[in-house]
């Protein structure tokens, strides 16, 4: 209805006019909307935070590091056991151990050895591993012997997948 027929129809009444929802409705939505949006940013911006802190533990968990011969050392989800050693096998570098997996889960071991000279020469890469081992069992290493044997100064080990 116009003002015009309703102040006509209704002499010395207000003049009432019906308030139409839908703006209202489409400006609540439009809050909502908003708050939602801003809501799973968030979200997503703590979810990705908590990602990329987990990566790099891991990478440093996994990278590599100095280790003594025949010394125990963790990387990644397994333990290298005391009493390992660097062999002659068939005049190459290679080494000789047990692993243990240190996780809760079952898990294969990758460990690379890097045999240093004194001047930081590659005398040898070493590759390790393990059958799946169930949390807390224990295997020796199948390595593959890389590098002339011959004295070195530096041992590395890191974990690779």
């Known amino acids: 209805m116009s003002e015009e027929y309703s102040a006509q129809k209704y002499p010395g009444q207000p003049v009432v006019r019906k308030r139409r929802k839908w703006p209202m409705v489409l400006g609540v939505l439009g809050v909502l909307f908003v708050v939602v949006a801003g809501g799973c940013?968030?979200?997503l911006g703590s979810v990705d935070t908590e990602v990329d802190k987990?990566?790099?533990?891991?990478?440093?968990?996994?990278?590599?590091?100095?280790v003594t011969v025949g010394k125990a050392f963790s990387i990644g989800k397994h333990e290298t056991l005391a009493g390992w050693a660097i062999v002659n096998n068939a005049g190459m570098f290679s080494v000789t151990g047990k692993v243990r997996n240190i996780s809760e889960s079952t898990s294969t071991a990758f460990v690379h050895v890097k045999?240093?000279?004194?001047?930081?020469?590659?005398l040898g890469n070493i590759q390790c591993n393990s059958s799946d081992l169930e949390p807390g069992q224990t295997q020796a290493l199948n390595c593959i012997p890389d590098g002339k044997f011959g004295a070195f100064q530096k041992v590395t080990a890191e974990a690779t997948f």
């Open 41 to 43: 940013a968030a979200l």
């Open 54 to 66: 987990s990566v790099k533990e891991q990478e440093a968990r996994n990278a590599p590091r100095p």
């Open 115 to 122: 045999i240093l000279a004194a001047n930081g020469e590659v």
